[in-house]
């Protein structure tokens, strides 16, 4: 099933799934959840979540949220936030989570609405500040000023 996803076979993956694939399976090095998010394949990632994926199923340090926050997929933020995952997941080992990692990639519908959902804005260990000093650094202007509303000096 994690080939099927990587390489954008909706079809045939949400085939597995419906003859018993492992929606949970993580004998490889990450989950269908994690892929399907990382791809943009929402129909996949609302297939999988339907047939019991774990929302916030962690796996090398990250989830399907950081994942989707990462590559700017504002649609699979919305579903996973609305199933139950954990906004403020940050990782045991740098400390990324979903705002931050959507901070770094500059994408502002996704960082708006995490702000939105109450996202945590305080300062991050491996950056050694805030969205609103990484957005800074990066010359995201845009995302600046809407972090500026948000974010306590």
Request: aromatic share 12%; hydrophobic share 40%; proline share 1%.
């Amino acid at each position: 099933m994690i080939e099927a996803i990587s390489n954008h076979h909706d079809a045939i993956a949400i085939y597995l799934i419906e003859h018993g694939a492992q929606v949970n399976n993580f004998d490889s090095y990450i989950s269908p959840l994690i892929i399907a998010s990382k791809q943009g394949l929402e129909n996949v990632v609302k297939y999988l979540v339907a047939h019991g994926a774990i929302v916030d199923a962690k796996k090398y340090d990250t989830t399907a949220l950081k994942t989707a926050s990462e590559q700017g997929h504002l649609s699979i933020v919305q579903f996973l936030i609305e199933s139950g995952a954990n906004i403020n997941y940050n990782g045991y080992y740098n400390g990324d989570t979903p705002i931050m990692l959507a901070t770094i990639h500059n994408h502002y519908d996704v960082v708006k609405y995490l702000l939105q959902q109450g996202a945590d804005t305080s300062e991050h260990k491996a950056y050694k500040g805030s969205v609103l000093s990484v957005a800074y650094h990066y010359g995201y202007v845009r995302l600046y000023r809407l972090l500026k509303n948000y974010v306590k000096n």
